[in-house]
């Protein structure tokens, strides 16, 4: 099986699902945080291949939601400069296998990862109710045995 590299949103239930998918396929993960790795816009610019620029942004981002970010009316270049300024903007996952790489969990090479037949998880999990996702830079409480 193969090794792959998984740029996460910490505490994102979505993520946690989509790895569990592919450990459970047989892949080794190396999981990275996608908002702490240090971005550029070439590099970011490989895992978004021939995809329209609005696919490239995370439509969960508060910034997308409100309205403050239009990603249809967003040049690659200048979209590219905000996610590597605001790497919350970048649709998640970003995963990199075998030089293969893509963004979002419903593109090759995660679907051949997957195999035949698996539907992918995509788009954000959070509950109807509006409840946001544990800020993954908040100290996490820690658990007394």
Not at 16 to 27: D, F, I, S, T, V
Not at 57 to 64: D, Q, W
Request: overall charge negative; aromatic content about 6%.
């Amino acid at each position: 099986m193969a090794t792959v590299v998984f740029y996460e949103k910490p505490g994102c239930g979505t993520n946690a699902r989509q790895k569990l998918m592919l450990a459970n396929a047989g892949h080794a993960l190396e999981v990275k945080s996608l908002l702490a790795e240090p971005w550029t816009v070439a590099r970011l610019k490989s895992f978004f291949g021939q995809t329209p620029v609005a696919s490239w942004f995370n439509p969960a981002a508060p910034a997308v939601k409100s309205g403050a970010v239009d990603p249809a009316a967003m040049e690659a270049e200048a979209a590219l400069a905000l996610m590597v300024e605001q790497p919350i903007l970048i649709r998640r996952p970003l995963v990199e296998v075998e030089g293969a790489r893509c963004a979002g969990f419903d593109r090759e090479p995660v679907l051949s990862l997957l195999g035949a037949g698996v539907v992918p998880p995509e788009g954000c999990s959070r509950p109807a109710d509006g409840a946001s996702c544990p800020d993954p830079t908040a100290a996490t409480p820690s658990v007394q045995p």
